[in-house]
């Protein structure tokens, strides 16, 4: 039976000079009682707001009280990882209809600030391809792009209006008859500046090929388009500025001879790099994470200029321009150096707890030692060394951890979210 958390006051009556302030937010809410995924975790003012299952909560940044809870009448099935700058969002959930509960077609839009309900709509299939079971969605600027199976479709967060259907032609297989050269969406991904849809294309000899492509949602009509080789595909975007995104020959739960391919503004390749060789897995070996939601993947960051991977061993930068390797920092085979915010040539990161000590923030680059920036509690090593692998943010000075999964076996008490600070 795994050892409850300690509380907040626990924590705080048992630091040790040097170590940080931190909190513990556990919840009563109720959950199935098995390993539950948890979904997106969104910084809003002065709250976080966390998915899990069929409740949206949002916890006060300072002391992780709960500020406001929302339940929705199903389980969530899809959510993004981005919001609006005003701090809208849509989520994805399960229909509450008895018979209807595997179909996952049912969206409302949240005010993340104020926990309020907006619109609601109900999906409808639109394709024999289409898997009611999964939603994916992203949120670029004010613009929603949901992807439905074989379909996806751009609409206004404000109120739900559909505003047109991402296009299906397939510009690359002339040769095919004209009912077998439309590409499907499969995924798509979304930031501040871009908003991206990848598509599965039919390409020579039943080869299937994997494309992505700029949509300008203001202007409805696609920027540019690039295309992996035959029986390529494209799994996980790094990043949407600049645009880096994985490529493999199986999506599954192991990719299979995987890449990173970095384009320009202009959807012309950059640079690519093959981690593979160095033994660097993709999304620290969670590669099936998310399923639809291809921004979903741990151990990734971009600037514009280096990429910054984890691996079992440590961390590696990669320049953008070139694909070459620039630097590595190791660390022991029992921790994880996950990357958080890069700042003036070197790289904030989240040093994991081992079996004896307790995580950290550090400091490194490429020709600094690592360093120490803010040591965690040591009462908190075993709740934290539980939660590797899990969602990892700074905000402000503020470390975020949350879980991988929460279980919702009453017993357990598992914790939804862990934060330090100095």
């Not at 499969?186 to 598509?199: E, N």
């Not at 696609?222 to 994985?246: C, E, H, M, N």
Request: contains cysteine; aromatic residues 6%; proline residues 7%.
């Amino acid at each position: 039976m795994p050892t409850d958390p300690p509380s907040t006051a626990e924590l705080d009556a048992a630091r040790k000079p040097g170590e940080a302030h931190g909190w513990v937010a556990g919840d009563s809410a109720d959950l199935p009682s098995r390993d539950v995924l948890t979904g997106p975790v969104w910084s809003v003012g002065d709250t976080i707001v966390q998915v899990l299952y069929r409740h949206v909560v949002a916890r006060r940044v300072s002391d992780g009280a709960v500020a406001w809870r929302v339940s929705l009448p199903a389980p969530v099935c899809g959510a993004p990882v981005g919001m609006t700058p005003d701090g809208k969002a849509v989520v994805a959930h399960r229909n509450p209809a008895v018979g209807e509960e595997e179909k996952c077609d049912q969206i409302q839009m949240l005010d993340l600030k104020s926990g309020q309900k907006g619109w609601v709509k109900k999906l409808t299939t639109t394709s024999k391809l289409d898997r009611p079971k999964t939603a994916g969605l992203s949120i670029s600027g004010a613009f929603l792009v949901l992807h439905q199976g074989a379909t996806a479709s751009v609409h206004q967060v404000s109120d739900g209006t559909e505003l047109f259907d991402v296009p299906t032609d397939n510009p690359w297989s002339s040769t095919l008859a004209v009912g077998e050269r439309g590409c499907h969406p499969t995924a798509s991904a979304a930031g501040s500046t871009k908003m991206l849809v990848i598509s599965s294309c039919p390409g020579a000899d039943g080869a299937q090929f994997g494309q992505i492509m700029e949509i300008d949602p203001r202007a409805r009509k696609v920027l540019w388009r690039y295309r992996v080789g035959d029986g390529q595909l494209i799994a996980k975007v790094y990043s949407t500025d600049p645009v880096v995104f994985t490529t493999t020959t199986s999506v599954s739960s192991s990719f299979s001879n995987w890449r990173i391919v970095a384009l320009d503004r202009a959807g012309k390749v950059r640079s690519t790099i093959d981690p593979e060789k160095q033994g660097i897995p993709p999304c620290l070996g969670l590669s099936d994470l998310g399923g639809t939601a291809a921004q979903v993947c741990r151990g990734a960051l971009a600037t514009q200029d280096t990429l910054f991977l984890t691996s079992e061993t440590g961390l590696s930068a990669f320049g953008l321009a070139d694909g070459k390797p620039r630097w590595k920092s190791d660390v022991g085979s029992d921790r994880q150096l996950r990357p958080l915010r890069a700042e003036g040539g070197t790289l904030l990161a989240y040093l994991g707890p081992s079996k004896k000590e307790a995580g950290r923030i550090v400091r490194v680059g490429p020709k600094k030692a690592m360093t120490t920036v803010l040591r965690h509690p040591s009462l908190a090593r075993e709740t934290e060394y539980g939660m590797q692998g899990g969602d990892v943010a700074l905000v402000g000075r503020r470390l975020i951890i949350s879980p991988y999964w929460v279980n919702g076996d009453d017993r357990r008490h598992d914790t939804r979210l862990l934060s330090f600070t100095p």
